[in-house]
């Protein structure tokens, strides 16, 4: 059985005499036409044949894009839908808004009229009969083959070799060219039809993914075709195969993104510092577009920069470093506008960057309280020209004229006399710094060589230690005693913690300790694991003499405990009432980047990680309007014993959320707040990361779950029905807005708003009613999680 060569319908309308292939009437090639001689519309004669010769013009009817009329047409599946019959407007009712297309043409009329886009509810159509134009067959295989025997044929050729007209030409091959048949350029100005094979077609595509640069010029050459045709083939091939990129403002070359974002990458680096006027004339680009190509970089963490000069330049963080440290051995001393209009970036970027320069330790020194900032180096050459010329003065006046704590000044004069810039003494009990001589050009190669650090007995100096829990955190406090005659400085006291525990600031420095005084530091340490661990750390200090002493803090054996919990069916009423007996620690977090509904669910979620019961929970407004819920848990440690509530609140107002423990023992009181903490930032990760069009849906289906579960909670406490009745009800709106009329699930959840409905207002839910409840929660759970699955 002969079959269509584009298809595989074996309804042949034409077969051809020269190259034997056959073809349906919706692929053969003709010139004949079908003319409604009311609207002058023309018809091909598949269309014609289709519509029984007659003409479906809606006269009721008006196109929202060109006001023309529109015409009835149907998909190859039945639906019918709408078209502009004026050729230059391409809306349709099926591509288009408002997407009209249904089975019947009543429902079609009846949308339509919605949408203005008929009168009535009736669509008028013409329904005359077409007038058939005599016209010629033409054989698309025929057609085809001609076109591909050279790269270049004139339009003459072609219409004088099939009898076409021109207008007729140009739809044919735009028609092959849609269809993937064929691929080529068409030149209405110099009237030429360029055929580009299939292998060439991959070889630019190839040049410009892995080389990234094309030139128009060698692309014409290549092609033989002029160059405003190359720039056509180039458009064409970026659109169909969506290539990223950008031509030239000549358009003499063709730049992949890769390849300029790499160039860029390359020149910004090498630079460090360069104008956005230069990027772009290197690739010969419009500069907004390498601004633009410039902020992807730095979203991507591609290159670590900044905009500079009033968004005209672009500054790397290394060069940003470099450029403030030369700033800072120039003048020593300067304000962070001046920085900032010296290195021409905002003045908060110039803080970060010398904050980040001052914890790497690459810069020295220290901030004035004249917010002025002070290298280290002009701070001892100050202070020494201060020494020379007065010899004595109080702290507090040499405080006064620098602009810094005096704190300050005792570490760095401790450590001049110390390294012998200065020869003299700081009486602590006076408050009085006073000089013998201060060298005028003392240098490193002349100074006495220090004394080696040697490990010293506690001795005079006393290190102790304790700790406590605090927020889920481990609480370290460690003093430090000076019992000699003598001040001690440039005390670092540094903490030794397993890898169990999470210490943000393990190293704390205190510049001086006078003599008969103590300091204490603190630190918190959070846990990440459960367990017995031992934490110790050193000390290590100068004395007046500059001699380095190291004394190690005796190791202190923390215990957290992680409970086991299992449920507990307590009531609220229990619940407040154990509280008042029972020890207790938070943690509050701001959520000012989260919607509070998604917060509230998150903090459910991670308390379902455990082994606990939901006692109660409310959601609803404050006094101002704003969201705010509540929730209360209760469960019982499994091999100590001891209740465990929990509590989590959520306030939009002061946009936070506060999660409270409560339990007799200490360490497993840290332990589990350190335990929900650490799954609960891993639900928040989890919550950011969803977009804002799906928030809704998600907070849906989180307040489903969590219905559902709190439900199966209160039968087993044998709760107030009503209470039940209103976690199903919400339940209900909220299933019906995801999973639409889906009786199967809707019809249970229905029958048991009515059931509970007939218990009074204070009623508790019956044995029997509760056991059925129960299945049926589980039921629906899954019969839920499938139909959001589908």
């Given at each position: ?42 018809y091909?004669?598949a ?15 008006k196109c ?51 949408y ?8 008028n ?18 057609f ?20 076409l007209?021109?207008?007729?030409m ?12 064929i691929?080529?350029?068409?030149d ?21 993914q ?13 092609l ?21 990129g ?26 460090g ?14 500069l ?28 790397t ?7 403030i ?51 280290r ?29 005096e ?28 000089a ?15 004394k ?7 001795g ?25 005659n003598?001040?001690?400085n ?15 600031q ?48 005796r ?173 199903l ?17 809707l ?44």
């Amino acid at each position: 059985m002969v079959e269509c060569k584009f298809c595989e319908s074996q309804n042949i309308s034409f077969t051809c005499e020269k190259c034997k292939s056959s073809f349906c009437i919706n692929h053969m090639a003709t010139t004949e036409s079908w003319l409604c001689k009311k609207h002058g519309l023309h018809y091909s004669k598949a269309s014609a044949t289709e519509k029984f010769y007659k003409c479906t013009v809606i006269e009721n009817s008006k196109c929202p894009e060109c006001e023309s009329l529109l015409r009835l047409e149907r998909l190859s599946s039945g639906h019918y839908y709408l078209e502009c019959t004026d050729e230059a407007c391409s809306w349709n009712s099926y591509l288009k808004s408002p997407g009209l297309f249904f089975p019947t043409k009543e429902q079609l009329a009846r949308e339509a009229t919605k949408y203005n886009l008929i009168k009535g509810y009736r669509l008028n159509l013409c329904r005359r009969a077409l007038k058939r134009i005599v016209g010629k067959n033409i054989c698309p295989n025929c057609f085809i083959e001609f076109l591909k025997r050279a790269s270049i044929t004139n339009f003459s050729t072609i219409i004088e070799s099939f009898n076409l007209t021109a207008q007729q030409m140009v739809k044919l091959i735009n028609q092959y060219i849609e269809e993937e048949r064929i691929y080529g350029i068409i030149d209405q100005k110099n009237q030429i039809f360029y055929y580009i094979s299939y292998e060439i077609r991959e070889k630019i595509l190839s040049k410009i993914q892995n080389e990234g640069i094309l030139k128009v010029a060698d692309l014409g050459e290549m092609l033989d075709m002029s160059s405003d045709a190359a720039i056509k083939v180039i458009y064409n091939l970026i659109s169909q195969f969506q290539i990223k990129g950008s031509f030239s403002q000549t358009k003499q070359f063709y730049y992949s993104q890769k390849y300029i974002m790499d160039h860029l990458i390359e020149e910004i680096t090498k630079k460090g510092r360069i104008s956005l006027d230069k990027l772009a004339k290197v690739f010969d680009i419009p500069l907004e577009l390498t601004k633009s190509f410039c902020v992807n970089l730095m979203r991507t963490n591609a290159i670590n920069g900044f905009f500079a000069d009033r968004g005209n330049e672009i500054i790397t963080s290394d060069k940003i470093y470099k450029e403030i440290k030369d700033y800072g051995k120039k003048v020593g001393l300067f304000e962070l506008s001046k920085l900032a209009i010296k290195l021409k970036i905002a003045t908060e970027l110039a803080r970060k960057s010398l904050h980040d320069l001052i914890k790497s330790g690459k810069i020295k020194g220290l901030f004035t309280q004249r917010r002025e900032f002070m290298t280290r180096k002009y701070l001892e050459t100050k202070i020494k020209e201060i020494a020379r010329a007065y010899r004595t003065m109080p702290l507090r006046e040499l405080s006064n004229r620098l602009g810094v704590t005096e704190s300050s000044i005792e570490e760095n004069l401790a450590q001049l006399i110390g390294s012998g810039d200065i020869d003299g003494f700081i009486d602590l009990g006076k408050r009085m710094f006073t000089a013998y001589s201060v060298p005028r050009n003392s240098s490193k190669t002349s100074r006495p060589k220090q004394k080696k650090a040697i490990p010293v007995d506690e001795g005079n100096i006393e290190v102790v230690r304790d700790y406590d829990f605090e927020g889920g955190q481990v609480h370290m406090k460690i003093a430090v005693r000076n019992k000699s005659n003598m001040a001690i400085n440039n005390v670092k006291v540094l903490l030794d913690a397993p890898t169990n525990f999470k210490v943000k600031q393990p190293l704390i420095s205190v510049p001086v300790i006078e003599a008969n005084n103590s300091r204490g530091v603190d630190f918190y340490l959070e846990p990440k694991t459960c367990g017995t661990s031992n934490i110790g750390g050193t000390v290590i200090f100068k004395d007046a003499t500059g001699e380095k002493h190291t004394i190690h803090i005796r190791k202190k054996e923390v215990a957290i405990k992680c409970p086991l919990v299992c449920t507990s069916m307590s009531t609220i009423e229990d619940c407040q009432i154990a509280i008042q007996t029972l020890g207790n620690d938070a943690r509050a977090f701001l959520i000012a980047d989260l919607d509070p509904r998604l917060a509230y669910r998150a903090a459910i979620r991670t308390l379902k990680n455990f082994d606990t019961s939901a006692v109660t929970s409310h959601e609803g407004s404050d006094t101002k309007g704003n969201y705010e819920a509540e929730a209360w848990f209760c469960s019982e440690a499994k091999t100590t014993g001891g209740r465990i509530i929990t509590r989590i609140y959520v306030s939009e107002t002061s946009q936070s959320l506060e999660v409270r423990v409560w339990t007799a023992n200490p360490g497993m009181l840290t332990g589990f707040l350190a335990r929900i903490i650490e799954i609960l930032f891993e639900q928040i990760n989890i919550i950011r990361k969803i977009k804002s069009e799906e928030r809704e849906k998600t907070i849906d289906v989180m307040a489903i779950t969590q219905n559902l579960a709190e439900v199966s909670d209160y039968c087993m406490l044998r709760w107030k029905a009503q209470n039940i009745r209103n976690k199903l009800h919400d339940t209900f709106v909220r299933l019906r807005k995801i999973i639409g009329d889906n009786e199967a699930i809707l019809g249970r959840v229905e029958y048991w708003l009515t059931q509970l409905n007939k218990y009074g207002k204070d009623d508790k839910i019956s044995d029997e009613d509760a056991e059925k409840l129960v299945n049926d929660v589980e039921k629906i759970k899954n019969a839920v999680s499938r139909a959001i699955k589908m």
